[in-house]
């Protein structure tokens, strides 16, 4: 009799964290559209929350609601299929949120889909297809890159606020002497302008660069160079789209950007990827 008890409070307190996981949210949340453009450029990205040195804020700034969903459900662009509101949606959005002591990078994503739940009462389901994929592995001659750099420390926030997002940089993206864009010193991401690309983290593991390549060559990337550590990736490329060979002064490709300035290369592959498939989605989400 007590073991029969004892298996049923189990069995009881199993269902009860189910449950509580399913229904996961941020302490506070503020989601606004943001404003439009004033012509001093746009920085977009997310940034703290679990895992980061800002562990109970989590920023997002200019991300349309395709970038949020990709960010929730930790999917490349490639893989969200969205209804045709979806696709023609394009305001850009703000999210100030406040996450619990202890939550975790699982917790976070599962509190950003019931957000976009609540807010766009978005509804969705995954399939496996078949799709062109890639492996990123070692070139001959070994990687180009050096160990990582540690991260400067997180911006100040002022406390008394509840919730404070740091400003991001507000200057004018500048073009390199090859037309490239240039990124401020030492600060990580990415910036495209005029079909030309550079990247740059001081602090990036091979998994995060193969999704940062799954997103840009839509289509999915595996890490496969047995690589391990964290490392200082720069990387400058053209799309495609603007290198012809009519314009060999143009710059290389991303694929032989990745060969010739990291000293890695993609082998091609063909098989299953999973997809997100967006049943329903409303254009205008609840007040706050």
């Known amino acids: 009799m007590i073991r029969l008890i004892l298996s049923e409070l189990l069995l009881f307190a199993c269902a009860g964290f189910a449950q509580s996981a399913d229904k996961l ?10 404003p439009p453009p004033d012509g001093r450029g746009v920085s977009v990205f997310c940034r703290g929350g679990p895992g980061s040195q800002d562990p109970g804020l989590f920023v997002c700034e200019n ?13 490349s662009y490639y893989q969200l299929i969205a209804t045709d509101s979806m696709a023609g949606m394009r305001p850009m959005f703000n999210l100030d949120a406040k996450v619990a002591p202890g939550a975790t990078v699982d917790d976070l994503k599962v509190m950003l889909q019931n957000l976009l739940a609540v807010r766009f009462k978005l509804v969705v389901h995954r399939e496996t297809r078949d799709y062109q994929k890639y492996e990123l592995v070692v070139a001959r001659n070994g990687p180009k890159f050096k160990e990582g750099a540690d991260p400067p420390p997180p911006p100040p926030k002022d406390d ?22 240039a990124l401020p010193p030492g600060q990580p991401g990415m910036s ?16 995060m660069l193969a999704g940062q390549l799954s997103g840009q060559l839509a289509s999915p990337v595996t890490d496969a ?37 990291l000293g890695l290369r993609l082998e091609s592959k063909k098989g299953p990827a999973e997809f997100l498939i967006v049943d329903h989605v409303d254009k205008v989400p609840t007040e706050n």
């Open 25 to 34: 949210e941020f302490e506070v949340a503020s989601l606004k559209q943001a």
């Open 63 to 75: 991300m349309s609601l395709s970038n949020l969903v990709c960010r929730a459900y930790g999917i």
């Open 160 to 181: 008394d606020a509840g919730i404070s997002r740091p400003a991001p940089p507000r200057a004018r993206p500048t073009l390199d002497k090859d037309g490239f864009p």
């Open 192 to 207: 495209m302008m005029n079909g030309r690309a550079r990247l740059f983290y001081p602090n990036m593991t091979m998994e």
């Open 225 to 261: 160079t047995g690589l391990k550590g964290k490392y200082a990736i720069g990387l400058f490329w053209v799309a495609e789209s603007r290198s012809t060979a009519s314009d060999s002064d143009a710059g290389p490709t991303l694929v032989q950007a990745i060969q010739e300035q």
